[in-house]
């Protein structure tokens, strides 16, 4: 079930990506569970791109972990997690990636205007138009 939003967001370099990756089908868009609500309820679906990686490391001193950002279909933002999973398994490791269910602040304008350059260029779209910074 795809993530609908309930206003087209205000952006205008938002506005134009969405608009020319709807065009286009949404390439690239992946489905992200997000934590369940309550035990009766199903875990809802993020559909969206990776802006941010999550950023982590496991193995090595100095551990780290650095919580990845994912833009949805419909222009929000929303925190990329993952877990570490299959201890003692032989596919591990596993990584279990969940985002979060309320949005979150987008990042800044040349760090967006960045990552929605290489998502396009990840996708096979042409550079936008976007309007000037």
Do not use: C
Request: aromatic residues 10%; glycine residues 8%.
């Amino acid at each position: 079930m795809p993530h609908v939003e309930a206003s087209p967001p205000a952006d205008p370099v938002i506005a134009a990506f969405l608009a020319d990756m709807a065009a286009a089908g949404n390439p690239g868009a992946t489905a992200f569970p997000t934590p369940k609500p309550s035990f009766f309820r199903r875990a809802g679906k993020v559909e969206g791109w990776v802006v941010r990686a999550v950023d982590r490391e496991d193995f090595e001193r100095p551990r780290r972990y650095v919580p990845g950002l994912v833009m949805s279909t419909g222009g929000s933002f929303h925190q990329l997690d993952s877990e570490l999973r299959g201890w003692g398994q032989r596919d591990f490791p596993y990584y279990e990636h969940r985002v979060s269910a309320e949005p979150v602040d987008p990042p800044d304008e040349a760090e967006l205007r960045a990552a929605l350059a290489a998502l396009r260029a990840a996708n096979g779209l042409p550079a936008g138009d976007a309007p000037p910074a």
